[in-house]
Every structure is written in structure tokens, then in C-alpha cells.
């Protein structure tokens, strides 16, 4: 392809993150293991409350333990969706020369990606996969104190 060169992926896909103000996994083995501490964590909570149970019923019915569980899931499906956007903007700057939001989602029912609310996350969310856009910056501070824009997912 003429846009491709060899490591344009994994550059690109660093380049999405830090554009977003988010730190590259060093391994995806640290951020899988991170990811299935707080998952395993919310399946209690959502054991224990229900699964249609509502964040503000949550954060109020919980001890500060359990609200640090929720907001770290909620700051996981943040960061989640941004690596998935990432990893879609990759693969459409090294091998389509861009990204837009078609591109996100066909990358991601093509690699099975899928998350509850995906669809909604990116529409609401396109600073994640769109390289101009003026809010790039301001996610990573939307992800780590805005939780109640993710809870949609």
C-alpha cells in the first residue's frame, strides 16, 4: 500500500493515545492484567447490586472501596474505548491514509471488538479517532473526572 511502512502501526497507535493525552500500554499483558482486576471487581459489584442498578444508586450504596472499583471501571471503558479507537485510526492512517468513523467501526466488528454501547461511544467521542478535532487534548481529563460521560457503556 503507499501509505504503509513498516512500524507505521504501532507509531500511529502511540501517537493516537498520547494525542488524546493517554499513556500507551508498555505491554498488553500489564494493561490485560489491569483490566481484568477491575472487571472481576464490577462483576461482584454488579452481583451484588444488580446489573441495571444506576451509577448514583451505586456510588451512593457503596463503601469508598467499591466506589473506587466503579470509577475505575467507568476510567477502563474510557481508556478501553480510546485504545480500540486508536488501534482503528492505526490501522486506517497506515493502510487507508485515515480514519473516520465508517473505519472505527468496521475495524471493530471486523476484529470482534465490540462493547456494550461502542456505537454511541465513538458518535459522542470522535476526538478519540479523529486526529483534528479540537477536544483531543481534553479526553484524558474527561475520562479521569467526568465519569458520567462513559456510563452510557
Known sequence: MACYNDGDFQKYFKENMDGLGLPSPST??????????IASASVELVGKFGAQTGLRTLAGATF???KLVIGGGLL???????AVGS???????????????????SYIEKNDLQFKGY???FVQHPEVYDVNHSNRKAFATKARYQHVLFEYT
Do not use: H, N, P
Open 76 to 82: 477502563l471503558v474510557g481508556y478501553a474505548g480510546a
Open 87 to 105: 488501534a482503528a485510526v492505526a490501522t486506517g492512517r497506515s493502510l487507508g491514509c485515515g480514519t473516520r468513523l465508517i473505519d472505527v467501526i
Open 28 to 37: 498488553w499483558f500489564d494493561t490485560a492484567m489491569s483490566s481484568f482486576g
Open 64 to 66: 469508598l472501596g467499591e
Open 119 to 121: 456505537k454511541e461511544f
